[in-house]
């Protein structure tokens, strides 16, 4: 169901990440995110991270600013992260290193890799990666 976020000022936030800020602070249940084709930074998406400790599903496909950093910066925030899709960004194998070790109940990830990220996640803790 829709989720009405209501401000009490008379200057409601104009820009995406500001908006998005202020919705999951509202929402400390959300499970499900999907910020497709958005212009937002890690650093932004580390404020919404700390707003939404049960998210389970994250979609950040065609985020295009977002890369290592991000995930480094999000570890202590969703530990409960079980499908993750981070097609198109610029995350590499040390970002794609740091999923292994630090999300336990990642299962599912969706990523725009290569044979080496495939081969290091169908190897390991039975999570399934597509691209």
């Not at 079980?82 to 990830?109: A, C, S």
């Not at 725009?112 to 999570?127: A, K, L, M, P, Y």
């Amino acid at each position: 169901s829709p989720v009405f976020v209501r401000r009490k000022t008379r200057n409601p936030p104009t820009d995406l990440s500001e908006i998005l800020i202020e919705i999951t602070r509202s929402c400390r249940e959300l499970t499900t995110l999907i910020l497709d084709h958005n212009v937002v930074h890690a650093e932004q998406v580390t404020a919404i991270a700390s707003s939404c400790p049960k998210l389970e599903h994250l979609s950040v496909n065609y985020c295009v600013a977002l890369d290592d950093q991000f995930i480094e910066d999000t570890i202590p925030h969703w530990q409960s992260l079980k499908t993750l899709d981070i097609r198109h960004t610029y995350i590499d194998q040390e970002g794609i290193m740091m999923l292994m070790q630090h999300y336990p109940n990642l299962t599912v990830l969706h990523h725009g890799g290569n044979w080496i990220s495939d081969f290091i996640f169908r190897s390991s803790r039975g999570i399934t990666a597509s691209y």
